[in-house]
């Protein structure tokens, strides 16, 4: 059953005496004196359907010890070690200076209770009530997107050391699988023995473990297996045949060069992926997605995703619920066709620096150089206009949007400065190339770049906020380090919120 506050203060309450010693303005002075009318016990009350057992934590010391967990980026145990041991921790929780600490299990029965409730994120929502209320980001029609990276919780694994340890997970959760003759050493956990400097080698241990795997597989599919189990086989597949290409002969495989998209690099936590910011920084991990008011740096949105998801793709879902004439701002990684379009669709402002445009030759002719009829048949997508050429040669578009200009490059005096293609200039028509090629005359203006320059930046302070003591994901899987996004940001808006003077004037909720 759900549990209440007592709200009548115990003789040793830690806030009554020794609140002085709490940094006033600060998320624990909140807590201390608001957490009842922050996270009330109706936020909670649809995780307990019985009213009979044991009266659980009541959901606004939880709330407050999870906000106060996200905040400084501590495991469970450090968490109530904190509580146990911390006056500003008592003092926002409502204990007294006496009591202990709830067991850190019980942390991880709430997270699991709303991870399968309803409302996950009630902690994020209930905070987001709290700014509309305060009228915070009322005034502004702006919104700020970034991105960061957060490092996953496991290490990177090898291709062996993947489908060693798959072979040995799909043999015990399938029993029946056992029957299945596996060669002995793949089922070793110790390291196999192979000459990688023997490439026969390394391809016989890579040809004997991708066999393997193809056999549990088979087997696997005459079987009536359940979800965990149907997972664990497919996972076999996907590791066992990611990494590796034929390599002449039936049943001989080997290390393939590259990687593949969207490579499974951990079969602990199979939803990490490769991933980077920049093209010097690769890491392994997921993909924490904001949405901010600029001026507050108040986090309106928060996502999560693998690792190699394009910042664009998760966009539109930070802005959903924001109305039409918003102004968008965000760098080059938001800057493709497909998110200007959806913006235009939403009747929202871009101010999103476009992509650098190349050229064939340094300094030479780009696209924008070309005269383009980009109208698009409405009944078939294709493209059914013509292309001029700087020089005034003009070709048709053909139906997959190429504009093919060889016959005359062939003769023209300004090849040179167009193309070093052999078979000359083919010009790849984008289907938003116009609403690209707006993006790159709007980036030219005095107005775009002021705009860009002042207030865009301020998405890089608020990920600063996000990341700070908390660049690594706490949890295995996507869903599940969400729900953390989301608390995390839940309590940096409350730092903030506080920064901007929040209070209660006994009627409602104001900011200085």
């Known amino acids: 059953m759900q549990g209440s506050a007592v709200q009548d203060r115990v003789l040793l309450d830690a806030a009554a005496v020794c609140g002085h010693l709490v940094p006033p303005g600060s998320v624990y002075a909140l807590l201390a004196e608001h957490r009842?009318?922050?996270?009330?016990?109706?936020?909670?009350?649809?995780?307990?359907?019985?009213?009979?057992?044991?009266?659980?934590?009541?959901?606004?010391?939880?709330?407050?010890?999870?906000?106060?967990?996200?905040?400084?980026?501590?495991?469970?145990?450090?968490?109530?070690?904190?509580?146990?041991?911390d006056v500003a921790w008592k003092a926002a929780a409502g204990l007294a200076l006496t009591e202990a600490a709830f067991h850190p299990t019980v942390l991880t029965l709430w997270r699991n209770k709303l991870r399968a409730s309803g409302r996950p994120d009630r902690v994020f929502d209930a905070v987001r009530e709290l700014i509309a209320v305060t009228g915070a980001v009322a005034g502004s029609a702006r919104r700020v997107l970034d991105s960061t990276v957060l490092d996953d919780a496991v290490a990177r694994q090898d291709t062996v050391t993947m489908v060693t340890n798959q072979i040995r997970r799909v043999r015990r959760l399938v029993p029946e699988l056992g029957e299945v003759p596996v060669r002995e050493r793949n089922l070793d956990p110790a390291a196999p023995v192979v000459d990688w400097c023997d490439p026969a080698d390394a391809e016989r241990l890579v040809s004997e473990l991708v066999d393997d795997a193809v056999e549990l597989a088979a087997a696997a599919a005459d079987l009536d297996l359940d979800a965990a189990q149907a997972d664990a086989v497919g996972l076999l597949g996907l590791v066992a045949g990611q990494d590796v290409e034929p390599a002449g002969g039936p049943g001989r495989w080997r290390i393939a060069r590259g990687t593949a998209k969207g490579r499974v690099i951990s079969v602990v936590d199979p939803e990490s992926r490769h991933t980077h910011k920049t093209s010097h920084s690769y890491r392994d991990g997921y993909k924490a997605h904001i949405a901010a008011e600029p001026d507050t740096g108040l986090v309106t949105a928060a996502d999560l995703t693998g690792g190699d998801a394009g910042d664009a793709d998760a966009a539109m879902g930070l802005l959903d619920g924001e109305p039409a004439g918003t102004t968008v701002l965000a760098d080059s990684a938001y800057g493709t066709g497909q998110l200007r379009a959806d913006l235009v669709e939403r009747a929202m402002d871009a101010v999103i620096k476009p992509p650098p445009l190349s050229v064939a030759v340094e300094g030479g002719y780009s696209i924008d150089d070309f005269d383009i009829d980009y109208s698009i048949d409405a009944d078939t997508g294709e493209f059914p206009g013509t292309v001029a050429c700087p020089e005034g040669h003009t070709v048709h578009i053909t139906p997959k949007g190429n504009a093919r200009f060889g016959r005359h490059c062939a003769r023209c005096p300004q090849r040179d400065r167009c193309t070093t293609a052999e078979n000359g200039r083919v010009i790849k028509i984008h289907p938003h190339h116009e609403l690209l090629k707006a993006a790159r005359v709007q980036a030219r203006t005095d107005e775009f770049q002021h705009q860009y320059r002042t207030v865009r930046?301020?998405?890089?302070?608020?990920?600063?906020?996000?990341?700070?003591?908390?660049?690594?994901?706490?949890?295995?899987?996507?869903?599940?380090?969400?729900?953390?996004?989301?608390?995390?940001?839940?309590?940096?808006?409350?730092?903030?919120?506080?920064?901007?003077?929040?209070?209660?004037?006994?009627?409602?909720?104001?900011?200085?």
Not at 48 to 67: D, H, K
Not at 69 to 79: F, H, I, K, V, Y
Not at 476 to 491: F, M, Y
Request: aromatic share 6%.
């Open 457 to 512: 930046p301020m998405a890089e302070r608020t990920i600063a906020w996000i990341v700070r003591r908390n660049r690594r994901c706490p949890y295995l899987g996507t869903a599940n380090n969400r729900h953390w996004l989301r608390l995390r940001a839940a309590a940096v808006n409350l730092q903030r919120l506080t920064s901007l003077g929040l209070h209660h004037n006994g009627t409602t909720w104001a900011i200085t």
């Open 36 to 85: 009842g009318r922050l996270f009330g016990d109706e936020l909670f009350e649809d995780l307990f359907g019985s009213g009979r057992g044991r009266p659980s934590v009541p959901g606004e010391v939880i709330a407050a010890v999870m906000v106060l967990q996200a905040l400084e980026g501590l495991s469970d145990r450090e968490a109530c070690r904190r509580l146990q041991t």
